[in-house]
């Protein structure tokens, strides 16, 4: 996330250092997302513990580690690195939902490569949602996008756990 994040480091609010940062979360949360489920999925459903107040707390320190690495390592604005992080975070626990830990991954790059790879356009509408983790920070089309993946990732990820766990 460092090496990432430092290459692109610029004047705070261009586009090459928001893309930069950006595409550092996407990486970083995507490593830390593998951790959302345990090898054994028959080991995890054994356990006498309630899982939901330990998958909140895994999902809070991944976003937490990774807003602080990027924050450190670059220049854009902290309200830029949480939002970001916040939905990047959320893609991680909807695609463990979804896909198992092991594809935990695939949510966060793709979403993050798209940010970097097309320019964050106002229009057309379809591009301005794709392009949300490299939208300014004052976009509100990308902080509803966020809320949407956080609250849809959080909610599936503590309540349910990771695909293929008996729940």
């Known amino acids: 996330m460092v090496a990432v994040a430092w290459l692109g480091a610029g004047p705070a609010e261009s586009r090459h250092a ?3 940062a950006a595409l550092a979360l996407a990486l970083g949360i995507a490593v830390l997302g593998h951790g ?7 080991l995890d459903t054994t356990a006498a513990i309630r899982w939901a ?20 390592a670059t220049t ?24 198992g830990r092991r594809l935990a991954w695939t949510l966060p790059v793709v979403t ?35 809320v949407v993946f956080a609250v849809a990732g959080v909610a599936g990820y503590v309540t349910r756990g990771p695909a293929g766990s008996a729940r």
Request: some cysteine; overall charge neutral.
């Open 18 to 20: 928001v893309t930069a």
């Open 36 to 42: 959302l489920g345990g090898p054994d999925s028959t």
């Open 53 to 72: 107040p330990r998958r909140a707390l895994h999902l809070a320190a991944i976003l937490v580690v990774a807003a602080a690495v990027v924050t450190a």
């Open 76 to 99: 854009v604005p902290v309200a830029v690195i949480l939002r970001d992080a916040a939905g990047f975070t959320g893609l991680a626990a909807l695609s463990a939902t979804l896909f």
């Open 112 to 146: 993050g490569c798209v940010s970097a790879g097309i320019p964050a356009v106002p229009e057309p509408f379809v591009l301005h949602l794709l392009t949300w983790a490299g939208q300014p920070a004052d976009s509100r089309v990308a902080f509803t996008t966020v």
